[in-house]
C-alpha cells in the first residue's frame, strides 16, 4: 500500500505539472501498455507473476488515495 500511495501521488503531481496528460488517463491503448510496464516492474520487485493481464480499474479508482483492491 505503501508504493501504491506514493506511485498515486507521483501521477498527481505529473497530472497537475502537465495537464496535458490527462487524457491519456481514457486511452485504451495507452494504459494497456502502462500496465504491461507496470506489471514486469512489479513482477520483478515481488517474485510473483499472478497479476492480472489488464487493468480493470477506472482512472478514477486508480487515482483515488483511500481505493485498494481487495
Same mark, same amino acid.
Given at each position: ?15 497537475? @505539472?502537465?495537464?496535458? /496528460?490527462?487524457? +491519456? $488517463?481514457?486511452?485504451?491503448? %495507452? ?12 513482477? @520483478?520487485?515481488?517474485? /510473483?507473476?499472478? +497479476? $492480472?493481464?489488464?487493468?480493470? %480499474? ?13
Amino acid at each position: 500500500q505503501i508504493t501504491i500511495k506514493e506511485q498515486r501521488k507521483e501521477i498527481a503531481y505529473d497530472l497537475k @505539472s502537465t495537464p496535458s /496528460l490527462k487524457p +491519456f $488517463l481514457n486511452d485504451v491503448e %495507452w494504459m494497456a501498455m502502462v500496465w504491461g510496464k507496470a506489471r514486469g516492474i512489479a513482477a @520483478s520487485e515481488t517474485g /510473483l507473476d499472478s +497479476f $492480472l493481464e489488464s487493468c480493470i %480499474w477506472t482512472p478514477e479508482q486508480i487515482l483515488d488515495q483511500g481505493f485498494f483492491p481487495e
